[in-house]
T-cell receptor
Framework: GNSVTQMEGPVTLSEEAFLTINCTYT??????LFWYVQYPGEGLQLLLK?????DKGSNKGFEATYRKETTSFHLEKGSVQVSDSAVYFC?????????????FGKGTTLSVSS | GAGVSQSPRYKVAKRGQDVALRCDPI?????LFWYQQALGQGPEFLTY????????KSGLPSDRFFAERPEGSVSTLKIQRTQQEDSAVYLC????????????????FGPGTRLTVL
């Protein structure tokens, strides 16, 4: 079946440190891949997405590359800020059906201190 | 423009009570999803509507859970005879939908309803 595995947190970093949150997936076919972010007290927001192999999604300094050969979609940011503290969710959706639900990982909590 | 809204934001119920959770999707969005997010976990799919048609309810955990979207806009998730294990955040998401395979079909989430069953 389809599933997403992401590194367990919490991840604690100092401001301006480099961030990597690992995400791997299992899926039939060719899924679309997503990173969602949940800031404290707020709803899930789409951070970035990639819809085919070798695509790179990017937003707000975050990047992730769709790696079919390693079934991975790791999230990276070169210099984190305190405002990046949130819970990050990796997710997949089967590209063939617009109505197909997202399948999420368990989430990784990021805490950035100044 | 308004995003997805949900009400109430918080609900406390005694075990055995019935509850109704409301979702107002983005205007014009065809697809609507309900997810359940337990504490410390990622959201899990409950059910999916395309307009007023409930096309997938495979994620509903029991027959105590019922969802409807009678006019293809507002949706209600109802839980009958609530149990403690129903305590979770219930998320609603909508997307433009309507075009199978569209890579632009992004799901937009509401703030959720936190249900606590005592």
């Amino acid at each position: 079946g389809n599933s997403v595995t992401q590194m367990e947190g919490p991840v604690t970093l100092s401001e301006e440190a480099f961030l990597t949150i690992n995400c791997t997936y299992t899926a039939t076919g060719y899924p679309s891949l997503f990173w969602y972010v949940q800031y404290p007290g707020e709803g899930l927001q789409l951070l970035l997405k990639a819809t085919k192999a070798d695509d790179k999604g990017s937003n707000k300094g975050f990047e992730a590359t769709y790696r079919k050969e390693t079934t991975s979609f790791h999230l990276e940011k070169g210099s984190v800020q305190v405002s990046d503290s949130a819970v990050y969710f990796c997710a997949l959706r089967r590209r063939s059906q617009a109505g197909t639900a997202l399948i999420f990982g368990k989430g990784t909590t990021l805490s950035v201190s100044s | 423009g308004a995003g997805v809204s949900q009400s109430p934001r918080y609900k406390v119920a005694k075990r055995g009570q019935d509850v109704a959770l409301r979702c107002d999707p983005i205007s014009g969005h065809v697809s609507l999803f309900w997810y359940q997010q337990a504490l410390g976990q990622g959201p899990e799919f409950l059910t999916y509507f395309q307009n007023e048609a409930q096309l997938d309810k495979s994620g509903l955990p029991s027959d105590r859970f019922f969802a409807e979207r009678p006019e293809g806009s507002v949706s209600t998730l109802k839980i009958q005879r609530t149990q403690q294990e129903d305590s979770a955040v219930y998320l609603c998401a909508s997307s433009q939908g309507g075009v199978a395979g569209s890579s632009t079909d992004t799901q937009y989430f509401g703030p959720g309803t936190r249900l606590t069953v005592l």
